[in-house]
């Protein structure tokens, strides 16, 4: 076996065996855990405000093909998806498929 095969099958057997440690922690620990806690909430904000910092810096600074589009187009499929995401009572489903498929048609049409 070369060194950079060993290496792929160390690095997957590692995360596998974080994944599932994790995994299972929180299998055995979830009865305990109290949904409307101060540490519970502090980490819904955490992972939130990540997702809204991971957004905003695609939108803003894009790569790829989304780098093709204009300005105007993105900030109007954004306004566009958080109005969905109000409307559809906080479902993500509704603004991320309209979101797509509105990026698309914007961007090959205009």
Partial sequence: MTDLS????????VTSIATYLSRSLGVLFSERIDENSK???????IAYSTLAALISKVVVFPAGELGEASNLIRLIVVLVSVAVFFIAKRNLVYPTVLSAV?????????
Avoid: E, G, P, Q
Wanted: proline share 0%.
């Fill in 6 to 13: 060993s290496n792929i099958i160390l690095v997957i057997a």
């Fill in 39 to 45: 540490i519970f909430r502090m980490f819904d904000c």
């Fill in 102 to 110: 509105l990026l698309t048609t914007m961007v090959k049409f205009f």
